[in-house]
């Protein structure tokens, strides 16, 4: 998410205000600055747990999303900020966090034969 918030904002380039770019950036290097520290395959120095990483992309979500209003530029461009908020706090809350695949506990189907 956080390398297509950063090329929206240099592809929708709002020339009238330079706010909303700017939040656009900034969010989108706070994203990528956190997913570099967390506890998955993407994470380089793995130190926040995943949960902690969808709670962060759901507050970064509500900001971006209602940032038009906050910051006073909702007249001249909200909808990409409000689009891209609401697509970021969906994806944190769907997201599953548990393995689809994990080795299972149950003896006698760890201790099986395999199928032929």
């Known amino acids: 998410m956080a ?3 950063i090329a929206a904002a240099f592809l929708l380039n709002f020339q009238s205000e330079n706010v909303p770019n700017t939040v656009m950036y900034a969010v989108g290097a706070w994203s990528l600055f956190y997913s570099l520290f967390t506890k998955y395959k993407l994470g380089l120095i793995k130190i926040i747990p995943i949960k902690i990483h969808f709670m962060l992309d759901t507050v970064s979500g ?3 999303a209602t940032s038009p209003w906050l910051l006073g530029f909702s007249d001249k461009v909200f909808l990409p900020h409000l689009a891209l908020g609401l697509i970021i ?3 944190a809350i769907i997201t599953s966090i ?3 695949w994990h080795h299972s506990t149950n003896l006698k189907l760890r201790n099986r034969e395999p199928l032929k």
């Open 3 to 5: 390398v297509i918030l």
């Open 62 to 64: 509500i900001f971006l």
């Open 89 to 91: 706090i969906g994806a």
């Open 98 to 100: 548990k393995p689809k």
